[in-house]
């Protein structure tokens, strides 16, 4: 599977971003995908995660109400849309396709190439 995610930038606290991942090379409804991220000096980890046909979303505690992950299959994208960013939030975005459902690295099978989101105070 290949992905590419872009859509990341700079933006103030309090603002909003749109991050898009397009797949390829797998049939794109047979994929269990997900969005991560990695902070600097920090580990990389979980952001959102959604099901095959979209039905079913989980999210970090740490963005649940202000992230919102959705796919259109029919376009062979992911999306992540991230609202009322705060500083914390600044990190190398990765969207991930994962052998499994569940919140974990261990689970991602590919990732995609990372785009940064950078959230001034």
């Known amino acids: 599977v290949q992905l590419q995610a872009y859509g990341g930038g700079l933006v103030q606290a309090g603002g909003s971003l749109r991050l898009s991942c397009a797949a390829s090379?797998?049939?794109?409804?047979?994929?269990?995908m997900g969005w991560f991220r990695q902070a600097p000096g920090k580990e990389r980890e979980f952001v959102a995660v959604?099901?095959?046909?979209?039905?079913?979303?989980s999210y970090a505690d740490s963005v649940k109400g202000r992230f919102t992950i959705w796919r259109n299959n029919a376009k062979n994208t992911v999306y992540l849309q991230m609202n009322s960013l705060k500083p914390e939030d600044t990190a190398v975005y990765y969207c991930?396709?994962?052998?499994?459902?569940?919140?974990?690295?261990?689970?991602?099978?590919?990732w995609g190439q990372g785009t940064l989101v950078t959230v001034s105070s």
């Open positions: 991930a396709s994962l052998k499994w459902w569940a919140q974990t690295t261990a689970s991602v099978d590919y």
């Open positions: 090379g797998r049939t794109f409804t047979s994929i269990v």
């Open positions: 959604i099901d095959r046909n979209g039905g079913s979303k």
